[in-house]
């Protein structure tokens, strides 16, 4: 007899039709004679609907009294998600994350998971039940309730299967797994049978967004084996684990065209110790996330000057832009340049480590498709480059030709 | 300095717009210099839809899930409500029932308080804030969510009262007080000072819907004064504390018309010992709420018969026949004649204890106005009569001008 936790996001259990054909899925599998535990999102809309709620009342809502509010959708789906195995015949009973031993710090909204005491959930188990935990939520060691922030319920089936060594942990979404590339672009596309935590993580944080990063750190810091598969069909997912030997033989696991970039250039920046290290400090400080920077050679006939250029997310542009002109006169640029049509294409794949000349066949590829390469960065399972957005989708096509197939 | 337990019901705080106008009301209650502790109700439509939703997935759900659900309405507006005390600048944290102390039993669905320990509330209040304690919910010594059923906000409030020692407990609703009749139906009403808990609980056994019966019940019998007022104005409203002797002055504190009674007649009885309580109890068995029961003397040539009827709610009046004519042969009955076209006229007030001649000035005046008696029934503070439901409220006009003016 298995152990099998089961994770079903907002989507799958949106309406009590859904929720129904969930505990249609969990019946079946507890046929095979597993123990199984479910963790459910709150309702596709739940969320939104509070938050539009508190708005109303008060622009910036106390985050305490958040996490009491949004807490509340977990707990509805939860109960719902019972009473529909109940209806099927089969035990079943609901936790809400205090209850199924989640403790948290105190961080409101976007609280870490401190420990898992899952006595309650073993013993429920004991009995025959099939236990049903609210995604996305704990409490404090002192009770206080708290959420745990964006992908919160992947997070809590992770770390629940962690705690109960469970034998398989299945997340349930919309899609079928992961594929080589978003296949409503790249129609060659295919479904990727397993994938490595450090592939998933770097396809998670470039645009592939199956998964938040934070649930791939914990399962990969934790040894958690789990599948990607959807509620919709009975197709096998995508298994992500660590790394085998046989993965090293694939050079190029998957293909990302992030479109959520924008770059920035300052141009005329005085090449001087400290003058960086000030202007990135400057956007840390207000809260501006960072991703690629590249810096040119020093230029100039007079003083030495040098052009930076770097890109953030889209959401972020006009913060960065705020910070940057504030700076402007004190630090000495001569002038700031934006784009918002840029895209970034990246290859991901373990194979890199062991193969050569990966960097030179992209890039060889994107030129005989007539793209110009814009700004480049690579890391040890990675190559991303930055791209004119209108030409995006032809050149992950050409990509991934030259690489999948 | 005070301390002050208000409650808001569902209407209250039924939207945005509402939570911040009952906000505005503590807020200026905190001025006054006292500590407020404050009961909310789920928002108008909350729990109905939550109900309608596990009713779509099962007809009769699971109670210790409804509990999980339900429980969720409340938890929802507490979060609201110290949200719109912070938009005032208002110091306000919200508890739900377990997180106050409140533990019950485990009748889900409508469990009792066993006890609370408000320790956290008093910490709370110690550190200058504003309390929001969601009603209607607790917890069993296991952990366990329950929910107190109809009613129940109100008993929180007054429960927490007692256990708090509180001031004052105020529950704020959609009507201005306790009234000496509807006054939608009789102009010359009158909102009362004062009621004694005896005379409440009979005015809302009586269909005067201000409160549950319960919530009066348990206040009485832990000497909680509380006072009904609107949520939409200042007006005074009505304290509901223990008969004073200058209550027994007063003959009838108020008058109520109860229109959602049905009658049912058995023609034809048997007179014999066992016949009544076997039709009676057959009614228990069925959960069909009896109010008032009328039997004739005996009559008929052969063998000795009587004609007994009785009331019962009108929403039970079918599954009442159904039992009845289940038991029509082997009871032996002749027939059976059920109206739902009558009115139960009731006249309340302790001063009936020490005055004599009520019950004939009030037939005297039925008479009268031509409204004949069909039935009749007495308690020591209360004389109801059961007409034509057409003469309803000509009745109750006439009744309340000979005793009250």
Same mark, same amino acid.
């Given at each position: ?226 599948? *990607?598969?959807? &509620? ?6 995508? @298994? /992500?684990?660590?790394?085998? #030997? $046989?993965?090293? +033989? !694939? ?84 002038? *700031?340049?934006? &784009? ?6 990246? @290859? /991901?794949?373990?194979?890199? #480590? $062991?193969?050569? +000349? !990966? ?47």
């Amino acid at each position: 007899m298995s152990l099998i936790v089961q994770k079903y996001g907002g989507t799958s259990v949106g309406n009590p039709e859904r929720i129904k054909n969930v505990a249609r899925r969990i019946a079946e599998a507890r046929k095979r004679g597993d123990n199984i535990v479910v963790i459910v999102s709150a309702m596709s809309g739940v969320t939104d609907n509070l938050i539009k709620l508190a708005k109303e009342i008060m622009p910036l809502p106390n985050e305490r009294e958040m996490d009491v509010l949004l807490a509340t959708g977990e707990q509805q789906t939860i109960a719902l998600a019972a009473i529909a195995l109940h209806a099927l015949n089969v035990p079943a009973i609901s936790l809400t994350g205090a209850q199924a031993g989640i403790v948290t710090d105190g961080v409101h909204t976007k609280a870490k998971i401190h420990n898992i005491t899952p006595k309650k959930v073993h013993e429920l188990l004991n009995q025959g039940n099939v236990v049903i935990v609210a995604g996305f939520q704990g409490e404090t060691s002192e009770g206080q309730i708290t959420t745990l922030g964006r992908g919160g319920s992947d997070l809590t089936a992770i770390a629940l299967a962690a705690a109960l060594k469970a034998d398989l942990c299945q997340i349930y979404t919309d899609v079928d797994g992961v594929y080589t590339a978003d296949p409503r672009i790249v129609s060659g596309a295919r479904k990727l049978a397993e994938i490595s935590y450090d592939e998933m993580l770097e396809l998670a944080s470039l645009g592939a967004k199956v998964m938040q990063s934070r649930s791939v750190e914990f399962a990969k810091k934790f040894g958690v084996v789990f599948e *990607v598969r959807s &509620s919709l069909n009975d197709n096998p997912g995508t @298994i /992500v684990k660590e790394e085998t #030997k $046989s993965m090293e +033989g !694939v050079v190029v696991r998957g293909v990302a065209l992030d479109k959520n970039q924008a770059k920035v250039t300052l141009v005329g920046v005085p090449d001087k110790p400290g003058v960086a290290a000030k202007i990135f400090k400057a956007l840390g400080d207000a809260a501006v996330n960072i991703d690629m920077i590249v810096q040119n050679i020093s230029h100039g006939s007079g003083a030495p000057q040098t052009d930076l250029s770097f890109t953030v997310e889209k959401a972020d542009l006009l913060k960065a832009q705020k910070v940057i002109n504030a700076l402007k006169n004190k630090v000495g640029l001569r002038d *700031v340049i934006t &784009s918002e049509k840029i895209g970034k294409l990246s @290859i /991901v794949g373990v194979g890199m #480590k $062991s193969h050569t +000349g !990966v960097a030179g066949k992209m890039f060889e590829t994107l030129a005989d498709a007539g793209v110009n390469i814009d700004m480049i960065s690579t890391s040890e399972i990675k190559i991303s480059v930055v791209i004119d957005l209108a030409k995006g989708e032809a050149a992950m096509k050409a990509v991934h030709a030259a690489f999948i197939g």
